[in-house]
């Protein structure tokens, strides 16, 4: 719809200042005659004009469906901790780097789905993976997930999602849970964004990783963590 109402401006602007050049012309050579002044006078009233505009991240107000092609860029810190389940036997504490990029890549959905409180965008977004060790460990990690991220439509600028994937990582840990180079990421996790304006928002979230090399050693005995964010995101 939008490619249809360029061209037709174009169609437009053009017929116009062509009618416009030859009723110049004309004038200065004193033959315009009265319907022809009137005609394109008449043209100029009834043809509509449309001014094109960059497009936002929003199909009509902050808070509303995301536009579907939107994209995001972001950076968030994070600070995480272990917690003993599974094969995870310590305790450590760790501090993250997070930048990330996403694209919304659906128009609303969900709204017919439990009377509309799942009604959002959904969004693939791709993340950068930075840690080291700050408590009972040392080293450092460095990665890339892939992540589905659901932003739920609340009409207001405080917009909750969920999201979750999976990713790789090479890290230099030195711990018992990550006893080999190379491990997968698995993490699921929730939080909110306060827009500030159309673009810019601030992010609050908590989420639940997990490290471990898919078996791949005889020994995998994985690291559970919770990783709480904050950062500042901006949609265009």
């Given at each position: 719809?939008?490619?249809?109402?360029?061209?037709?401006?174009?169609?437009?602007?053009?017929?116009?200042?062509?009618?416009?050049?030859?009723?110049?012309?004309?004038?200065?050579?004193?033959?315009v005659s009265p319907e022809q002044?009137?005609?394109?006078?008449?043209?100029?009233?009834?043809?509509?004009?449309?001014?094109?505009?960059?497009?936002?991240?929003?199909?009509?107000?902050?808070?509303?469906?995301?536009?579907?092609?939107?994209?995001?860029?972001?950076?968030?810190?994070?600070?995480?901790?272990?917690?003993?389940?599974?094969?995870?036997?310590?305790?450590?504490?760790?501090?993250?780097?997070?930048?990330?990029?996403?694209?919304?890549?659906?128009?609303?959905?969900?709204?017919?789905?439990?009377?509309?409180?799942?009604?959002?965008?959904?969004?693939?977004?791709?993340?950068?993976?930075?840690?080291?060790?700050?408590?009972?460990?040392?080293?450092?990690?460095?990665?890339?997930?892939?992540?589905?991220?659901?932003?739920?439509?609340?009409?207001?600028?405080?917009?909750?999602?969920?999201?979750?994937?999976?990713?790789?990582?090479?890290?230099?840990?030195?711990?018992?849970?990550?006893?080999?180079?190379?491990?997968?990421?698995?993490?699921?996790?929730?939080?909110?964004?306060?827009?500030?304006?159309?673009?810019?928002?601030?992010?609050?979230?908590?989420?639940?990783?997990?490290?471990?090399?898919?078996?791949?050693?005889?020994?995998?005995?994985?690291?559970?963590?919770?990783?709480?964010?904050?950062?500042?995101?901006?949609?265009?």
């Amino acid at each position: 719809m939008r490619g249809c109402k360029y061209q037709l401006l174009t169609i437009t602007m053009v017929v116009l200042l062509g009618a416009s050049s030859a009723l110049a012309q004309q004038a200065a050579q004193g033959a315009v005659s009265p319907e022809q002044s009137l005609a394109v006078q008449t043209l100029q009233k009834q043809v509509p004009i449309y001014v094109s505009e960059r497009p936002g991240p929003w199909e009509k107000e902050v808070g509303g469906p995301l536009r579907e092609g939107a994209q995001e860029w972001g950076l968030q810190g994070g600070y995480g901790m272990s917690f003993k389940m599974g094969g995870t036997k310590h305790s450590y504490n760790h501090a993250w780097i997070l930048p990330r990029w996403g694209y919304v890549w659906t128009d609303l959905i969900g709204d017919d789905v439990l009377g509309g409180i799942l009604q959002g965008n959904g969004e693939v977004i791709i993340e950068g993976v930075f840690g080291v060790g700050t408590s009972g460990m040392s080293g450092w990690t460095e990665g890339l997930a892939v992540m589905y991220k659901h932003n739920f439509i609340t009409g207001t600028r405080c917009v909750p999602f969920v999201e979750l994937g999976n990713g790789v990582s090479m890290n230099q840990w030195g711990i018992y849970e990550c006893n080999s180079d190379f491990e997968f990421i698995s993490q699921v996790g929730l939080g909110v964004q306060y827009f500030f304006n159309d673009n810019w928002n601030w992010m609050l979230g908590a989420r639940y990783h997990h490290m471990s090399n898919a078996g791949m050693t005889k020994s995998n005995p994985g690291l559970n963590n919770v990783i709480f964010t904050t950062g500042v995101t901006r949609f265009f």
